[in-house]
């Protein structure tokens, strides 16, 4: 009986000792990329969304878990948005005939809760492979380069322009918010993939270079969405 004491006494202290190593697992950084697409409505589009006008976004971001639910997320995006009269239903918007395509850069700053969230890592130090749907909701900074355009009859134009185009020139900035849903799928120990899908109301009425002359009572928004491809940068001993 004394000879089986030591080793049980041995593996009790290895079993706390993962239990303390791992306990406070929750908090780390990872590091991805975003692959996806964009999408715009305001005055140059009459529905809410055209999807023929989505184009291509793609960008990176870092997070940082503060416990399993909650994190703290910054990104830089790029993603072009483009709307055409053209595709307007309402005969009188048609021939109006101005379409616009713009390059945006998206800085921003998010929190998310993550419902689901749980530890990556029981306590005696094994990963766990789960889903984790989130909300999302932040600020962001726009620095955009817009080109709107008349493509109509040159008699019409001064009955649908009132303002040269674009009405407060080519490059702007703007603040806007950012809110959506999105989903993670840890898939091992070092990567995550995912996919979310974000709506951006914009404080203005000038990202598509036109509000005078279409509907100035409207504000100007865009969506971006995509996969996500995310590296966990902590070392597993470290976390």
């Known amino acids: 009986m004394k000879h089986l004491f030591v080793p049980l006494l041995l593996f ?3 079993g706390l000792s993962a239990q303390t190593k791992f306990k406070s697992n929750d908090r780390y950084w990872e590091a991805g990329i975003l692959i996806g697409a964009a999408n715009y409505s305001g005055d140059l589009a009459e529905k809410d969304i055209h999807l023929s006008e989505t184009r291509l976004s793609y960008g990176a971001f870092t997070r940082y878990f503060l416990t399993k639910h909650y994190a703290i997320r910054a990104h830089l995006y790029a993603c072009s948005i483009s709307g055409d009269d053209a595709n307007a239903e309402a005969p009188l918007v048609r021939q109006r005939s101005i379409r616009f395509g713009a390059n945006l850069l998206e800085l921003g700053i998010s929190g998310e809760w993550h419902m689901l969230g749980k530890e990556r890592y029981t306590n005696t130090g094994i990963h766990q492979h789960f889903l984790s749907p989130y909300l999302f909701l932040g600020l962001g900074g726009v620095l955009s380069t817009v080109k709107p355009e008349y493509y109509g009859a040159p008699q019409d134009r001064d009955k649908f322009l009132t303002l040269p185009l674009p009405e407060k020139g080519k490059h702007q900035q703007f603040i806007t918010a950012q809110m959506g849903i999105g989903v993670r799928a840890d898939i091992s120990e070092r990567f995550v993939i995912g996919a979310e899908m974000g709506v951006r109301p914009m404080f203005s009425d000038l990202l598509d270079g036109v509000s ?11 969506y971006l969405g995509g996969v996500t491809l995310s590296f966990i940068l902590n070392k597993p001993n470290d976390l």
Not at 215 to 222: A, E, I, Q, R, V
């Open 12 to 14: 009790c202290a290895f």
């Open 212 to 222: 005078i002359n279409g509907n100035p009572d409207k504000n100007d928004w865009y």
